[in-house]
DNA sequence: TCTGGGGTCCTAGGACCC
DNA sequence: TCTGGGGTCCTAGGACCC
């Protein structure tokens, strides 16, 4: 097997970047989209402009607030919307290499191993790929090329915004060493202060760790996992058609709620979504998983194996409700409420799914893309209202169930 | 600070079977 | 009246990522 070069792709402050894009008078202020200020949730993306205030994604945003001044944009995000963005991107991506794997709405990896002989140098297909970025949907993006996935995605974490880093096989080990240990995957908030207590800062430092040891500590596969990558081991596999594992919608209150009727209303709007979801994707589950989460921010799980795979929204609501009415937290205050199908039934090929349930392809996105314009221009001219599509279903109209 | 919503993967215990 | 060992499935919880 020879050696690959894997490519990682992220594009900048993505949800705001679309925003700033789409609306002139955006730019060079600071833009949050995320939860509406005032009510319960956090900051989903924002621009360079609002994280010189010290804003970040995942923070609250009473605390975004906080922190902003009053010329800040603040923007629900339009996930579906982005998401035909991210399509156009990736179909962009393809033109370089046939190898494109989709890692979330705003990144990619792409093989390009033995593309010099067409593109020229690494540092050539890099500047490649964000000119076909750029052109496709008028972003800027951040490019690592490397070895493998870990070492291509913090190069191109290492630069940002606009960034292009290559690291070579021979420098990998120089690279990473200096690099904070919550640089490696699977490090999170846990785990970080658990290394540092054993006096640990860097990745350096914890190539120090015996192997043993690092498994004794986190577990056979974690620390094994965490010995590689600190010496620039890890994955250098590209997987264009991974699907997702699970399908799943939840909600959080806006106070918490334990009214019978409306979290029955909540649950039921929860299975339809899932039951559309899945259907369209082609997909049938066995495996039923109800998430509640408590006034204490305790989260429980509770899942059922049904007989049959299903995609049909009564059957989800039937089995979703009988598990909650099981319970032990039935008629608690719940501040969040969820539901995920997972299991998928193998007959359900992906090739016969496909032709029953085409993913939208390149020119689809770029039309709807278009249209959410068009209708965004009209709602400017008009006031937001301007827009209604007569009725909506009954159990969409109640599906905010945020108790005010 | 007071913590969204969409996911992935791993661990561990118990049931069950041979 | 004492009780192995291994494999697999199911379930709950947890850590992490974007």
Not at 208 to 236: K, N, S, W
Not at 330 to 349: E, F, T
Request: glycine share 8%; net charge positive; aromatic share 6%.
């Amino acid at each position: 097997m020879p050696a690959r070069r894997i490519l990682h792709i992220d594009l900048d402050a993505f949800f705001a970047s679309i925003e700033q894009r789409d609306h002139p008078e955006y730019r060079r202020r600071p833009v949050v989209v995320g939860a509406e200020p005032g009510r319960r949730g956090v900051v989903a993306a924002c621009s360079y402009e609002a994280r010189r205030y010290g804003v970040h994604s995942a923070m609250p945003i009473s605390e975004a607030v906080r922190r902003l001044p009053p010329e800040t944009v603040y923007l629900r995000p339009r996930i579906d919307y982005y998401a035909c963005v991210s399509r156009e991107a990736l179909a962009a991506l393809g033109t370089i290499s046939p190898l494109v794997e989709s890692a979330s709405i705003d990144e990619a990896y792409l093989d390009i191993s033995g593309l010099d002989s067409l593109f020229g140098p690494p540092e050539a297909i890099g500047r490649r790929a964000k000119a076909v970025i750029r052109e496709a949907v008028g972003l800027r993006a951040s490019v690592g090329i490397g070895p493998n996935r870990l070492v291509a995605k913090l190069a191109s974490d290492y630069r940002k915004p606009d960034g292009l880093t290559v690291v070579p096989r021979e420098r990998v080990q120089a690279f990473l060493d200096p690099l904070p240990l919550t640089a490696l995957r699977g490090v999170g908030p846990k785990t970080a202060p658990r290394l540092r207590q054993m006096g640990l800062r860097t990745i350096a430092d914890v190539r120090q760790v015996p192997l043993l040891e690092l498994r004794r500590r986190f577990g056979h596969l974690a620390g094994t996992r965490i010995y590689a990558q600190c010496r620039g081991q890890a994955d250098d596999t590209v997987e264009p058609g991974r699907r997702r594992q699970s399908i799943s919608k939840e909600i959080t209150f806006d106070s918490d709620l334990c009214e019978v009727e409306t979290l029955r209303e909540t649950l039921y709007w929860a299975a339809q979504e899932v039951g559309a979801l899945a259907r369209r994707a082609g997909r049938r589950g066995v495996s039923l998983t109800l998430k509640l989460r408590l006034a204490d921010f305790t989260t429980h799980t509770l899942t059922r194996s049904l007989s049959v795979p299903t995609a049909e929204d009564r059957t989800l609501f039937r089995e979703a409700w009988g598990l909650y009415r099981q319970s032990p937290w039935s008629g608690k205050p719940l501040r969040l409420i969820g539901l995920s199908l997972s299991g998928w039934d193998p007959s359900d090929a992906p090739s016969a799914q496909r032709e029953l349930f085409p993913e939208a392809g390149p020119e689809e996105d770029s039309k709807t893309a278009k249209l959410y314009r068009a209708l965004d221009a009209v709602r400017e001219k008009f006031g937001k209202d301007a827009l209604h599509f007569g009725v909506l279903p009954a159990a969409r109209s109640q599906s905010p169930k945020r108790s005010s």
